[in-house]
């Protein structure tokens, strides 16, 4: 009897860990991985006073060592033990890819010695020399906008997106953009922006957002991952015909056989991911337009950024385009404006 029992309350005690004391665990925070280097801009040392940030899924950002700011040209944080390092830390699993920014801007990064990437693996409790280099914009933007990242190309083709359904072309005009009070990026290499920027909203209405692609060549597929202040905006199904929240497909690829693979946003986690591709011809896109319209309703007041995660664009033969995006600043009013948001393709005058 005595040894029943026992064998009861341990059983008991089993599922209370599990139920209670496992999933608390989970959600500590690993040991973090640190890093420090040799930074460049364009060839040059970066100047002291400049930001190098890490950025990935789960790494916490805005905390004591990330971002962390160069004090000596040219180097960010240190190899001694009481030198300042780019502290990577989170509830992250090891191998998650971690990107790097210098000044908003994203960076390649690259090992004494080793070749030069777009991220680099996470390592619970190490320590890292890693060098990065960014290739940043000569043609200034305006002062609303910041650079975020470049894309690098290379010569690894990109993982083979298999159509889910297909667009029937339609004869819709050519969209073009609307004309705003904020000017626009003088794009002269290959850019990736919202339109309007900044992106202000009134509280309780709904504003359309473009993604605007200017000056590519031979554009045959694309995907983006973008985050949103889903505390303060919302996007709204531009298909109710279809299950879940979509963006609204933009001209980039009029007169071309195009699907969707994927299109759709989580308003719970503030993410949306877009990937579209061409089929059947034998040529991509030169030239620019819209990829994507984003209805958005701001549903608090505040101010937040609307970021490319992850821009990948590729040509017929898989090959990546070099591609420079830009953030956009979000700004909900309490001043309501009229909505113009319709879940029917029109042409933008």
Known sequence: MRRTAMSALLAALYVWIILFVAPSQAQVPGIPHSFYGGVEINGSPAPVGTQVEARGMGVLIGV???????????KYGGPGGFDPKLVVQGTISDGT??????????????????????????????VTELNLRVLAPTNTPTAARTPTHTL?????????????????????????????ATPTPACTLLCVYF???????????????????????????????????????????ADPSVPGVQLRDGDIFNGFHAYNVQNSADNTLGQI?????????????????????????????????????????????????????????????????????????????
């Open 97 to 126: 890819s971690i990107q790097f920014y210098v000044n908003g801007v994203r960076a390649q990064c690259a090992q004494p010695g080793g070749p030069w990437q777009d991220s680099f693996l996470f390592s619970s409790g190490a």
């Open 273 to 349: 991911e877009y990937i579209r591709l061409v089929a059947g011809s034998e040529v991509g896109k030169d030239g620019g337009g819209i990829i994507a319209t984003i209805p958005l309703m701001g549903v608090a007041t505040g101010q937040g950024v609307m970021a490319f995660v992850e821009v990948v664009l590729c040509t017929q033969d898989g090959v990546s385009i070099f591609a420079t995006c830009w953030d956009s600043r979000v700004n909900v009013t309490s001043a309501r404006a009229p909505s113009s948001f319709s879940s029917q393709p029109s042409a933008i005058s």
């Open 64 to 74: 004591q060592g990330n971002p962390i700011t160069v004090t000596q040209a040219g």
């Open 152 to 180: 690098t190309p290379t010569n690894t083709p990109t993982r083979t997106l298999t159509p889910v359904r297909t667009l029937t072309p339609t004869n819709t005009p050519t969209r073009t953009l609307t004309p705003t």
């Open 195 to 237: 339109s309007p920027d900044p992106i202000e909203i009134g509280l309780g209405s709904i504003r359309e957002i473009n993604i605007v692609i200017e000056n590519v060549q031979g554009l045959y597929a694309l995907e983006l991952r973008i985050s949103f202040p889903y505390s303060l905006t919302q996007v709204i199904d």
